[in-house]
């Protein structure tokens, strides 16, 4: 990533960050012909304690090097938690590496003999939110979880994923804001190039979620999903990395009627000995870093 690169994402995420904050929430009383939804750029410097100048440099890509302290002050006046804050300091950190190509995600054996011995949904996702291997019950929970689809893609665009989700637009507030978390400032990966021009360009809820610059880290939680088989299920998910890749799973409570539907789920799988079979059969791509 070159320097105007790094200092345009800079800039780009300290606009959006402004216009999200309300005077009121810093303490600066509310004006009645105010024109701007959030913050003016002399009051963030104010706040930060730098000057008007400087911060209008930042905003604009002319400062790609700003120290740590400046940005953990706008971090301060944006009221960023941990997860942002430590997003905004890797923005303003300038690393010069090679242009990527398209990332070649492969699977090693012993990931598809995980996911078939699981007896819960799970399957292997990338860091772009593709779905690279998934067992029986994955596949029997909703037909979307499935290689070669992408998670992100089919929750924003596939009528059917926003039905399936109790709270579509939690869900897809979350998945965006987690997506910009994963990929970090590899935004030159051809496949997040290709993911976000799509989604852009077919999607106006990932245009307003994307122009928010939300970041946050998706791993752990619980979510509940209509299911046209077996009706609601409440699953807890879990999102395990192995390398740069994400085991997800999805389990129900003990004793809870979701682990009763869930039980009728597998027999709609075939029975899990035959699902394990055919999870663990599938077509691997070649392995890379199998141990």
Avoid: C
């Amino acid at each position: 990533m070159d320097d105007d690169a790094s200092a345009g994402r800079l800039g780009d995420y300290l606009r959006a960050r402004r216009d999200l904050v309300a005077p009121q929430q810093v303490g600066i009383p509310a004006q009645p012909n105010r024109r701007v939804p959030g913050l003016r750029r002399e009051e963030v410097a104010m706040l930060a304690g730098i000057s008007g100048d400087y911060y209008l440099r930042l905003e604009r890509g002319r400062d790609d090097n700003p120290s740590p302290q400046v940005l953990e002050s706008l971090a301060r006046v944006f009221q960023l938690d941990g997860v942002e804050t430590e997003y905004l300091l890797g923005l303003g950190t300038h690393r010069p590496r090679p242009r990527r190509t398209r990332r070649v995600d492969r699977v090693p054996a012993r990931l598809h003999h995980l996911l078939a011995a699981l007896d819960v949904p799970a399957f292997l996702e990338s860091r772009s939110f593709d779905v690279l291997a998934s067992n029986p019950l994955a596949e029997v929970l909703s037909p979307r979880l499935v290689p070669g689809r992408n998670r992100l893609r089919d929750l924003l665009l596939d009528p059917e994923e926003r039905e399936f989700h109790e709270d579509w637009e939690a869900a897809a507030a979350d998945s965006v804001a987690a997506f910009r978390s994963t990929i970090g400032d590899d935004v030159d990966d051809a496949r997040v190039v290709e993911l976000v021009g799509e989604l852009s360009i077919s999607s106006a809820r990932f245009r307003s979620l994307w122009a928010r610059q939300d970041v946050r880290r998706l791993v752990g939680g619980t979510a509940t999903v209509h299911h046209p088989a077996v009706g609601d299920l409440t699953l807890n998910r879990e999102k395990l990395p192995v390398g740069e890749l994400l085991v997800v799973l999805y389990y129900p409570d003990e004793g809870s009627d979701a682990a009763e539907r869930l039980r009728l789920l597998a027999s709609l799988a075939g029975g899990l000995p035959e699902g394990r079979a055919r999870a663990a059969e599938s077509p691997a791509a070649p392995e890379h870093g199998d141990s």
